[in-house]
């Protein structure tokens, strides 16, 4: 079934198209250019075109289909998520982290990452919420649907095999999605994920830096993005020392401030009753 938001981008399409349209057609029929409905409808056209590209490559789009990026909540949770793994050494060090602060995480695992490291991958599921984020970590954002598919459908291949769970979250490499790769993983299956908050640590800044960035951006039913791997990269390339070494005074910082820690699964199960 699709998404009752079919029909909204199809009339912000439309709407785009019309009045631009609208606009050339008057002005090419000999009508001045600064006249108030030919700028009307130029206006209209490029204000509804402007939402369809921002909708595109916004990572908390609405306008084609549902990602889930916060709960609508008061209640002071969040969700921690942590993309590009499963990564050794840093996958096990964090798992060592939230095991010992008794948090349940959200990974969002590379294919490719996985059948590197398939026990733990494994590992992660055990204890955590999986989710796919695609086999070889491309850009999606301009991508035919068939590659999309492809992607996720390795993806949820991999983690499969490894773990014996098929995911039921996907989060999309780089942030972008557009409407055909929320369309393919709806038709999969699958509930599109963005973040809150997130620390741009895919530049190692220092790990206070990081660290601030996320306690910054953290608010009730937040979700918050960080990274256990990189790419499709693995140890020495990959380096999230500096991810690892934030997570704990993260962790304290924000149970200090009463908040709790979810699943993604959980928070939408939150963000559903609210
Ligand atoms: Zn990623």
Redesign the pocket.
């Known amino acids: 079934m699709k998404h009752p938001r079919t029909h909204a981008w199809k009339a912000a399409a439309a709407t785009t198209a019309g009045g631009l349209v609208l606009a050339g057609l008057r002005t090419a029929t000999g009508r001045p250019v600064r006249s108030a409905p030919t700028l009307a409808a130029a206006g209209a056209g490029l204000a509804a075109g402007g939402l369809m590209a921002y909708e595109w490559l916004t990572p908390r789009s609405w306008l084609y289909g549902p990602v889930f990026w916060h709960a609508r909540t008061a209640e002071r949770v969040v969700a921690l998520t942590f ?2 793994g499963p990564c050794y050494p840093y996958t096990g060090q964090l798992l060592e982290i939230l095991d010992r602060e008794g948090i349940r995480a959200t990974f969002f695992q590379v294919g490719n990452n996985v059948m590197r490291e398939p026990n733990l991958s494994a590992e992660v599921a055990s204890q955590h919420e999986v989710g796919n ?1 695609t086999f070889t ?1 491309p850009h999606l954002t301009w991508s035919q649907p068939g590659t999309v598919r492809d992607q996720l459908l390795r993806g949820q291949e991999a983690i499969h095999n490894a773990t014996g769970t098929l995911p039921r979250l996907f989060r999309v ?2 942030g972008w999605y557009g409407p055909q790769v929320i369309s393919v993983a709806g038709d999969l299956g699958m509930k599109c994920v963005g973040w809150s908050v997130m620390a741009w640590d895919w530049d190692r800044p220092p790990s206070d830096v990081i660290q601030s960035r996320i306690l910054h951006g953290a608010g009730p039913g937040g979700v918050t993005l960080l990274h256990d791997g990189q790419d499709t990269q693995a140890f020495p390339m990959a380096d999230r020392s500096h991810t690892i070494a934030a997570v704990s005074d993260i962790i304290s910082s924000l149970k200090a401030n009463g908040y709790g820690f979810r699943t993604v699964p959980e928070l939408m199960d939150l963000d559903a009753a609210g």
């Open positions: 993309d590009d984020h970590h490499p780089h």
